[in-house]
């Protein structure tokens, strides 16, 4: 059963818009949750996380949301540009030594 | 910021050889390193857990024989696919957690593509 959901597989938007981008989870006792970008035949990279307590974290044109309520995040890139166009994995953990549990990632397109 | 490398980036192998990719960090020492695999169009897999100087944690469903990892040193992880088939092939990627962090943050390697012929 997976514990971190992320339903749309694909995602294009125009160049300048705002990108949207979300996770949702069913584990209430994940306390930390992370997004990472990943590039073909590249390893993923770290882009922004959030701890449980804060319901927003933001750094330069990222920014994530966190509903608990709901068991959902989102992350907000705005405004998009074409090197944004990669697959974005949301991540979430449960304890400082727990392992990240991965969504299925979704591919974003920003076309120019 | 903290680089993790693997090697090697892409690797060809008849059936039934085996093969060994490394996982090192460049920068921090990493008391626990992972393993994933990544098939086309799914998420990244966690196979095991590696752990410095102690037996590997290995998921459900993942055949500890036939991936012998080894973590024999603060900043070197070695997968082993041992006996590969065809379906083995794959992409191999590890990540690294810097000693005493307790932010969840990973550092990946840049991955390695196996091909089984």
């Known amino acids: 059963d997976q514990q971190v959901k992320q339903n749309s597989p694909s995602l294009s938007v125009q160049e300048g818009r705002i990108s949207i981008l979300n996770c949702d989870y069913t584990?209430?006792?994940?306390?930390?949750f992370l997004w990472y970008k990943k590039y073909p035949a590249e390893g993923p990279t770290f882009l922004i996380s959030?701890?449980?307590?804060?319901d927003k974290n933001e750094d330069g044109r990222f920014t994530v949301f966190l509903n608990k309520s709901a068991k959902h995040l989102s992350l907000h890139i705005v405004p998009s540009q074409p090197g944004d166009s990669a697959v974005y994995f949301c991540a979430a953990k449960r304890g400082s030594q727990g392992n990240l549990i991965f969504g299925k990632g979704t591919k974003l397109s920003v076309k120019p | 910021g903290a680089v993790v490398s693997q090697h090697p980036s892409r690797v060809i192998c008849k059936s039934g050889t085996s093969v060994k990719i490394e996982c090192r960090s460049l920068d921090f020492q990493a008391t626990t390193m992972f393993w994933y695999r990544q098939f086309p169009k799914q998420s990244l897999m966690l196979m095991a857990t590696?752990?410095?100087?102690?037996?590997?944690?290995?998921e459900q469903g993942v055949e500890k024989d036939k991936f012998l990892i080894n973590h024999a040193s603060l900043t070197l992880s070695t997968l082993t696919v041992t006996s590969a088939h065809p379906e083995d092939s794959s992409f191999y990627i590890c990540s690294a957690r810097r000693s005493g962090d307790h932010t969840g943050e990973l550092f990946f390697g840049e991955g390695s593509r196996l091909t089984v012929l």
């Open positions: 590696s752990n410095e100087g102690s037996k590997a944690t290995y």
């Open positions: 584990n209430s006792m994940f306390d930390y």
């Open positions: 959030i701890s449980s307590i804060k």
